[in-house]
């Protein structure tokens, strides 16, 4: 089952957005799951990942801004994005991996575009 990234869009620098990512009903019940992004010519780089139940990890340029969760029902993965900068443009993309190379699928991912 492929996963299915949602909830990009325009906002302003300091804005928020909360990215969620599904397998169109099926439970995300196993780890890692996490978000990556690629900005226009960059390469990609991974934003935070669920490794367990209970560790996550991020990247340090979203540290304090951005928070990875899941709902109760396990069907749904969030990315909260507080405090955006024009820097975190990117397509953001949701699998099933905190190691880049180990995902075989990235699906099309949602833009999200901050403007300063």
């Known amino acids: 089952v492929q996963l299915q990234a949602s909830g990009g869009g325009l906002v302003q620098a300091g804005g928020s957005l909360r990215l969620s990512c599904t397998a169109s009903?099926?439970?995300?019940?196993?780890?890692?799951i996490g978000w990556f992004r690629q900005a226009p010519g960059k390469e990609r780089e991974g934003v935070s990942c669920i490794k367990s139940s209970d560790e996550s990890t991020y990247a340090d340029s979203v540290k304090g801004r951005f928070t990875i969760s899941m709902d109760n029902a396990r069907t749904t993965l969030y990315l909260q994005m507080n405090s955006l900068k024009p820097e975190d443009t990117a397509v953001y993309y949701c699998?099933?991996?905190?190691?880049?190379?180990?995902?075989?699928?990235w699906g099309k991912g949602t833009l999200v575009t901050v403007s300063s």
């Open positions: 009903g099926f439970p995300l019940d196993y780890y890692p």
């Open positions: 699998v099933r991996s905190c190691i880049a190379s180990y995902v075989d699928y």
